[in-house]
């Protein structure tokens, strides 16, 4: 009994990972902190927009264009910062700016 309840909860949290979980995104995205000297600054609490305020995310010429592009532009963010988000922390960041700032149709 105990064990089948284990395994739905499981399956559950991995599929709404999946879906791209925007409130999950959110949490991540406030509490990320990253090590980094930016600027010849060195931070040891530096976060998503210390390089970049949100405006980047609404400015008119933006990289961002698709769903998809927004995502591949979090997990390069990711990626050269060594942030260490898994694809589906990546993926729930993504549904979080999307819902706040982006918005597209998925
Ligand atoms: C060390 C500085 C730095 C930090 C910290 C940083 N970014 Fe970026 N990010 C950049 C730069 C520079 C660009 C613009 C790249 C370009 O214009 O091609 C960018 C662009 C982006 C874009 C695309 C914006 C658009 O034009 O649509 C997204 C999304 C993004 N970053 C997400 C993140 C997230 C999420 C984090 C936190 C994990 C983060 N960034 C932290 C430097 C940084």
Not at 38 to 57: L, P, Q
Request: with cysteine; glycine share 4%; net charge negative.
């Amino acid at each position: 009994m105990k064990v089948s309840a284990l395994i739905t909860a499981l399956i559950l949290s991995s599929t709404t990972a999946f879906a791209g979980d925007a409130d999950n995104g959110l949490e991540l995205y406030q509490e990320v902190e990253i090590e980094r000297t930016i600027s010849g600054e060195h931070y040891t609490e530096a976060n998503c927009e210390t390089c970049h305020s949100a405006e980047i995310y609404q400015r008119e010429d933006r990289k961002a264009t698709t769903y998809a592009k927004l995502e591949s532009r979090v997990e390069g963010c990711n990626t050269n910062l060594d942030v260490g988000w898994f694809p589906e922390d990546v993926s729930d960041v993504a549904a979080y700016l999307n819902r706040e700032y982006y918005k597209f149709e998925k």
